[in-house]
């Protein structure tokens, strides 16, 4: 069985950072592109960051130059480190996979809150 585990979720106060990780376990064959969405109350979910195989990287607008994503493909693993957080950042961060497990298609993590207040 696949999954997809994230962690580092939190309250944290604005300007304050967090570290999302994202783990992908079990029958892999191949990873492809890796990313995080977010979902906050009342809106649709948005794209924040994707990171390729290779490495090549892509930002929402609203988190470029304070979020980094970056991933360990010995590990299968995705991180996101935020940072200057602020209450706009508040959402369910969400792992997502393109993975080849049988057939190729996309796989979803659980989800974990991410509240930024004071």
């Known amino acids: 069985q696949v999954q997809l585990v994230e962690s580092g979720g939190g309250l944290v106060q604005p300007g304050g950072s967090l570290r999302l990780s994202c783990a992908a376990s079990g029958s892999i064959f191949s990873i492809y592109a890796m990313g995080w969405y977010r979902q906050a109350p009342g809106k649709q979910r948005e794209l924040v960051a994707a990171?390729?195989?290779?490495?090549?990287?892509n930002y929402a607008d609203s988190v470029k130059g304070r979020f980094t994503i970056s991933r360990d493909n010995a590990k299968n693993t995705v991180y996101l480190q935020m940072n200057s957080l602020n209450p706009e950042d508040t959402a369910v961060y969400y792992c997502?996979?393109?993975?080849?497990?049988?057939?190729?298609?996309?796989?979803w993590g659980q989800g974990t809150q991410v509240t930024v207040s004071s």
């Open positions: 997502n996979a393109d993975m080849q497990v049988g057939p190729r298609s996309d796989y």
């Open positions: 990171i390729t195989s290779g490495g090549s990287t």
